[in-house]
């Protein structure tokens, strides 16, 4: 048997790939649907209407109009901060002149990660039930999130009751009935101008409205007939698009819904149900990239953006939680 083998002679060079594999979610829906505005301050504010109940009394003949409503009444003005997020990086002198495998540039594989990176932090930052607060040189800026602008929690005092969620389900394991009451009690609050609806929901979620057509692990089962070619061989028992009585709801997963700063813990269970009509992005500054000094020891820069969500009309949305 021969004396020199691979694994005792130290001088043999590694094969390593010049493939380097990233498995982290980055689908960030509700930034992406949202509308996009600007802000010129620190807190914006935008205004928001609603229309007097129907009335129908009638008028007498030859009654003149001698009384007069304040259409302006019903309006209200909402606000939010911005909230500042930031991403560093810095490579080495050294590092970032020898040969990596995989890079051709470790700075500018930071700086791609980076800004990679400060996308999932605003979605996650407005999918949140984070409240609004100002900078008062010791607590950063921060935007109020969605969850909050929908009350969980406890609903936000600068919310007029007219204008407060009144969409919402936190009893459990989500049915077609449970489901269908929300879209119900949305329909009923606002008549869904926008005419269309996303949910945004948690994989746990997704997996229980996809359960609706077979009713996994109900008492009694609800037969469920599939015709579908026998050359796909395959069955589709997934619901993506969701058409109810009273709405079509488009349903797309996510991970950052009612997530804690820091916390790679995922709520499966929460769900945010969206007119993407009355919710925004408000910029104060867009995402950019800046690097700073080399002092000696290598390059350094960060990525950062500074935006706010607005809900245009918090009781045009709902949730589960």
Same mark, same amino acid.
């Given at each position: 048997? %021969?004396?020199?083998?691979?694994?005792?002679?130290?001088?043999? !060079?590694?094969?390593?790939?010049? @493939?380097?594999?990233?498995?982290?979610?980055? /689908?960030? %829906?509700?930034?992406?649907?949202? *509308?996009?505005?600007?802000?010129?301050?620190?807190?914006?504010?935008?205004?928001?209407?609603?229309?007097?109940?129907? /009335?129908?009394?009638?008028?007498? +003949?030859?009654?003149?109009?001698?009384?007069?409503?304040?259409?302006?009444?019903?309006? #209200?003005?909402?606000?939010?901060?911005?909230? *500042?997020? =930031?991403?560093?990086?810095?490579?080495?002198?050294?590092?970032?002149?020898?040969?990596?495998?995989?890079?051709?540039?470790?700075?500018?594989?930071?700086?791609?990660?980076?800004?990679?990176?400060? *996308? =999932?932090?605003?979605?996650?930052?407005?999918?949140?039930?984070?409240?609004?607060?100002?900078?008062?040189?010791?607590?950063?800026?921060?935007? !109020?999130?969605?969850?909050?602008?929908?009350?969980? $929690?406890?609903?936000?005092?600068? @919310? %007029?009751?007219?204008?407060?969620?009144?969409?919402?389900?936190?009893?459990?394991?989500?049915?077609?009935?449970?489901?269908?009451?929300?879209?119900?009690?949305?329909?009923?609050?606002?008549?869904?101008?926008? $005419?269309?609806?996303?949910?945004?929901?948690?994989?746990?979620?997704? =997996?229980?409205?996809?359960?609706?057509?077979?009713?996994?692990?109900?008492?009694?089962?609800?037969?469920?007939?599939?015709?579908?070619?026998?050359?796909?061989?395959?069955?589709?028992?997934?619901?993506?698009?969701?058409?109810?009585?009273? $709405?079509?709801?488009?349903?797309?997963?996510?991970?950052?819904?009612?997530?804690?700063?820091?916390?790679?813990?995922?709520?499966?269970?929460?769900?945010?149900?969206?007119? %993407?009509?009355?919710?925004?992005?408000?910029?104060? *500054?867009?995402? /950019?990239? /800046?690097?700073? +000094?080399?002092? $000696?020891?290598?390059?350094?820069?960060?990525?950062?953006?500074? #935006?706010?969500?607005?809900?245009?009309?918090?009781?045009?949305?709902?949730?589960?939680?």
């Amino acid at each position: 048997m %021969p004396a020199t083998k691979t694994y005792n002679v130290s001088g043999n !060079r590694e094969d390593l790939s010049d @493939i380097i594999t990233l498995l982290e979610p980055e /689908s960030t %829906p509700l930034v992406s649907m949202a *509308k996009k505005g600007t802000a010129s301050g620190t807190f914006f504010e935008w205004q928001t209407d609603d229309l007097s109940t129907a /009335s129908f009394d009638g008028v007498l +003949e030859g009654e003149d109009a001698t009384t007069f409503d304040d259409k302006a009444a019903n309006r #209200a003005k909402l606000g939010n901060y911005v909230q *500042k997020l =930031r991403r560093t990086y810095g490579v080495s002198d050294l590092q970032e002149i020898v040969d990596t495998a995989g890079v051709s540039s470790e700075f500018a594989n930071a700086e791609g990660k980076a800004v990679r990176e400060l *996308k =999932r932090d605003l979605e996650s930052a407005v999918c949140s039930a984070q409240d609004r607060q100002a900078d008062d040189g010791t607590n950063a800026y921060k935007t !109020r999130g969605m969850l909050k602008w929908l009350g969980v $929690g406890g609903q936000p005092g600068d @919310i %007029p009751a007219g204008f407060q969620n009144v969409a919402n389900d936190t009893t459990g394991t989500q049915t077609e009935s449970t489901f269908n009451s929300v879209l119900q009690e949305l329909y009923e609050a606002n008549g869904m101008p926008g $005419g269309q609806l996303t949910l945004i929901a948690g994989p746990g979620l997704k =997996r229980e409205i996809s359960n609706f057509a077979r009713q996994e692990g109900a008492t009694t089962a609800l037969n469920y007939q599939v015709t579908q070619p026998a050359e796909s061989k395959k069955i589709s028992l997934t619901v993506n698009f969701y058409e109810g009585d009273f $709405g079509n709801v488009a349903i797309v997963p996510s991970v950052f819904v009612n997530r804690t700063s820091g916390s790679a813990t995922i709520d499966a269970d929460a769900g945010l149900l969206i007119d %993407p009509e009355y919710v925004g992005i408000h910029m104060l *500054k867009a995402e /950019s990239t /800046s690097e700073l +000094e080399n002092r $000696g020891g290598g390059r350094r820069g960060f990525a950062d953006l500074v #935006a706010g969500l607005a809900v245009y009309s918090p009781k045009a949305h709902g949730y589960f939680n």
